[in-house]
C-alpha cells in the first residue's frame, strides 16, 4: 500500500458542514492526488500536489480545496458539502517525477445527508 | 467530456475461460496506459501497463494489446479464475512530472467456479 492512509475511513455528515479528509504518507514522496470514485464514472481526479504547498487543480474540483503544508499530508476539504459530493475518495501518490506508477490508499467512504 | 471509454460494463465469465476488457482513447498525446484491479471495499491497484512503442505486454495470465492506430487497447485475462473476480479500470495519462490519470469507468467482471 506504498504506506499510504486516509482518515476518516468512513464519515456521514450534513449537507452544508464543512469536511476534511486526511492522506497520509510516509515516504515522503512528492507526487499526491485526491480522486472521487462514482458509478459509471470510474476515478476521477479533484486535485494533485507535486510538492508542498505546489498544488493544482483536476478535472472535479468545484467545490474541492487541498492543502499541504507538509510532505506526508495532503488534505482535502469539502467547505460546505452537499449530497452531489457523497462518493468514496481515494489518495493517491506517485513515487517519483519519471515514474508513472501511482498507488493508492484504503479510500475514504463520504456520505452527505 | 470521457477521453477514456471502456466496455463492457460488466462482464461474466466461467472458470478457465478469456475474459476481454475493452478501452478507446481520444488523446493522441497519451503515452501511458495502465490497468487497475479494484476488490470491493480496496483502493485500485495497479495490475499492468503498456506504452505505445509496443502492441502488447503480457505478465503472467494477463496481456495488454495496443492498437495505436485505432486508439484502443485492451486487457485479456487467461484462464480466468475467480480470485479474479474484481473491478478493473484502464487510465491513460501523458507523461511528465503531474502524471494525471484519467480513467475509464470501470468493469465489474464475475468468474464463475
Known amino acids: 500500500d506504498a504506506g499510504i492512509t486516509q482518515s476518516p475511513r468512513h464519515k456521514v455528515t450534513e449537507t452544508g458542514t464543512p469536511v476534511t479528509l486526511r492522506c497520509h504518507q510516509t515516504?515522503?514522496?512528492?507526487?499526491m492526488y485526491w480522486y472521487r470514485q462514482d458509478p459509471g464514472h470510474g476515478l476521477r481526479l479533484i486535485h494533485y500536489?507535486?510538492?508542498?504547498?505546489?498544488?493544482d487543480k483536476g478535472e472535479v474540483s468545484d467545490g474541492y480545496s487541498v492543502s499541504r503544508s507538509k510532505t506526508e499530508d495532503f488534505l482535502l476539504t469539502l467547505e460546505s458539502a452537499t449530497s452531489s459530493q457523497t462518493s468514496v475518495y481515494f489518495c493517491?501518490?506517485?513515487?517519483?517525477?519519471?515514474?508513472?506508477?501511482?498507488?493508492f490508499g484504503p479510500g475514504t467512504r463520504l456520505t452527505v445527508l | 467530456q470521457q477521453q477514456v471509454k471502456q466496455s463492457p460494463q460488466s462482464l461474466i465469465v466461467q472458470k478457465g475461460g478469456i475474459s476481454i476488457i475493452n478501452c478507446a482513447y481520444e488523446?493522441?498525446?497519451?503515452?501511458?496506459f495502465p490497468w487497475y484491479q479494484q476488490f470491493p471495499g480496496k483502493g485500485p491497484a495497479l495490475l499492468i501497463a503498456?506504452?505505445?512503442?509496443?502492441s502488447e505486454k503480457k505478465e503472467g495470465r494477463f496481456t495488454i494489446s495496443f492498437n495505436k492506430s485505432a486508439k484502443q487497447f485492451s486487457l485479456h485475462i487467461m484462464d480466468s479464475q475467480p480470485g479474479d473476480s474484481a473491478t478493473y479500470f484502464c487510465?491513460?495519462?501523458?507523461?511528465?512530472?503531474?502524471?494525471?490519470?484519467?480513467f475509464g469507468q470501470g468493469t465489474t467482471l464475475q468468474v464463475k467456479p
Open positions: 493517491a501518490i506517485k513515487l517519483a517525477r519519471d515514474t508513472d506508477t501511482q498507488y
Open positions: 515516504e515522503n514522496h512528492r507526487y
Open positions: 500536489s507535486y510538492g508542498v504547498k505546489d498544488t
Open positions: 488523446n493522441t498525446a497519451f503515452d501511458y
Open positions: 503498456i506504452r505505445p512503442d509496443v
Open positions: 487510465a491513460a495519462s501523458r507523461r511528465g512530472n503531474t502524471g494525471k490519470l484519467i
